[in-house]
């Protein structure tokens, strides 16, 4: 379960990134370029993956103890 958490964290996290580079036009290619709404979609994703991230260390730490 820690793995799943990690991979889906960080696929978010990357995820995320590129929504807020096409939200914001850096990223060109896409329907999803220059609408502010994909950067904001992006940060929530990027906060969700950090979130699973968090999470995933918090339960093998506890588990170790």
């Known amino acids: 379960?820690?793995?799943s958490r990690i991979i889906i964290g960080a696929v978010l996290i990357?995820?995320?990134a590129v929504?807020?580079?096409q939200?914001?036009?850096a990223v060109h290619g896409s329907f999803m370029t220059g609408h502010a709404e994909w950067?904001?979609?992006g940060v929530v994703a990027i906060f969700f993956g950090?979130?699973?991230l968090v999470g995933a260390?918090?339960?093998y730490r506890s588990?170790?103890?």
């Open 63 to 65: 588990r170790s103890d």
């Open 23 to 25: 939200g914001v036009g």
């Open 57 to 59: 260390r918090w339960a």
């Open 39 to 41: 950067a904001i979609i």
């Open 50 to 52: 950090f979130a699973l």
């Open 14 to 16: 990357a995820t995320g």
């Open 1 to 3: 379960m820690r793995w």
């Open 19 to 21: 929504w807020i580079g």
